[in-house]
């Protein structure tokens, strides 16, 4: 570049040069000697000179400028060298701590991944323990029944044996006591495992999307028709308008929708008609998060608008993974129904607009 402009302003004091010199064969210069001969030669070469010393002065002038704007082309040049280098050590540097933070995210990776493992182990030997328990408390019930049986035979014949029977009934009922308490102690362990392993798979699911997006690589296999782990429905958009599939998740987005059917008998979860439970239900497919509860709702008339629909009439069926991945405990099909629940379901109660949890 410095060359580049150094030729420029060569190739303009040459021409400057060029047209002063034309400048004096045009004023005649010495090529008419008859000038010579009326005594005038050394007015017309003074004159001439004068006319070239003002050329040169301004060519020195317009020298001074361009070096000076080379010079100053010279320092930004060198700024901006300094600055391309500086640049370059500091993607440099990023990249290296993006290599590092892959690695470590990859190592939360598979920590995670032991651990659901472990979770998972742990829920399978208490499964065991409780079918174990659960076959006991059976076997207890049955001998307890026998002794029922046999007490009253004894009764009936005389009451002879009477008080060991009853010794041997207390004895009985106070085991299945010990046993259901024991039994429903780890069933509320069991629960509070399923809670975790739940909320271990959206951390691993989040670790994975911050692994490969460190990477460079694609975060997501939706789109490719597979239902893999942690989707819901592929390929997107699926068949609701108001309520799509998710384009990168596979997952169904129901943030906008506003109602939930529960009227009577429609109820999703705990008593007949609307309550707490279909609320708590509605939020976790609305939020997408199995961890969801509602802090408040209304309970009004079905709206002219898409919902949830009753577990047992209208709407479409929704897959299995929805219930999955969400965390919904119920015993009733999941349904949606993209157009107007007033319309085919009357003026039934509705949970609206619930106030969701998210944590």
């Not at 742990?122 to 408390?137: G, P």
């Not at 009764?155 to 009922?173: E, H, K, P, Y």
């Not at 998740?249 to 009227?263: G, K």
Request: charged letters at 15%; proline letters at 4%.
């Amino acid at each position: 570049m410095v060359k580049l402009i150094r030729l420029i302003m060569l190739a303009g004091v040459m021409l400057a040069f060029v047209s002063a010199g034309s400048a004096f064969a045009a004023k005649g210069g010495n090529s008419d000697n008859t000038n010579f001969l009326n005594g005038k030669p050394f007015d017309t070469l003074n004159a001439d000179i004068q006319v070239n010393a003002t050329a040169i002065e301004a060519l020195q002038t317009e020298t001074a400028a361009l070096q000076s704007t080379v010079n100053g082309l010279s320092i930004s040049i060198s700024n901006l060298e300094l600055t391309v280098q500086e640049n370059s050590d500091a993607i440099i540097e990023l990249q290296n701590g993006l290599d590092v933070t892959y690695q470590e995210l990859q190592a939360l990776k598979l920590q995670v991944t032991t651990h659901t493992t472990s979770v998972n182990d742990s829920i399978a030997s208490l499964q065991n323990q409780i079918d174990a328990l659960q076959q006991q408390v059976n076997a207890l019930t049955a001998n307890l029944a026998a002794s029922l049986v046999s007490l009253q035979d004894a009764i009936d014949a005389n009451s002879t044996g009477v008080s060991s029977l009853l010794a041997q009934v207390t004895t009985l009922t106070a085991e299945i006591l010990v046993m259901n308490g024991t039994l429903t102690n780890h069933e509320d362990r069991l629960t509070a495992l399923e809670a975790a392993v739940v909320q271990l798979r959206a951390d691993l699911t989040a670790l994975s999307v911050l692994a490969c997006g460190a990477a460079g690589e694609k975060c997501s296999s939706c789109g490719d028709s597979v239902v893999d782990p942690g989707e819901e429905l592929d390929p997107p958009p699926g068949p609701f308008a108001s309520a799509p599939v998710d384009a990168s998740t596979c997952r169904f987005d129901f943030a906008n929708v506003r109602q939930l059917y529960c009227n009577g008998t429609c109820s999703w979860s705990g008593g007949s008609s609307c309550d707490q439970a279909d609320a708590d239900v509605f939020c976790k497919l609305k939020t997408g998060n199995p961890l969801s509860t509602a802090t408040s709702y209304t309970n009004t008339t079905a709206l002219p608008e898409p919902g949830f629909s009753c577990p047992f009439h209208a709407g479409t069926f929704l897959p299995n993974e929805v219930l999955t991945l969400r965390n919904i405990d119920v015993s009733v099909n999941v349904r949606y129904q993209d157009s107007s629940i007033l319309a085919n379901h009357g003026s039934g109660q509705v949970i609206a607009d619930p106030i969701c949890t998210n944590p």
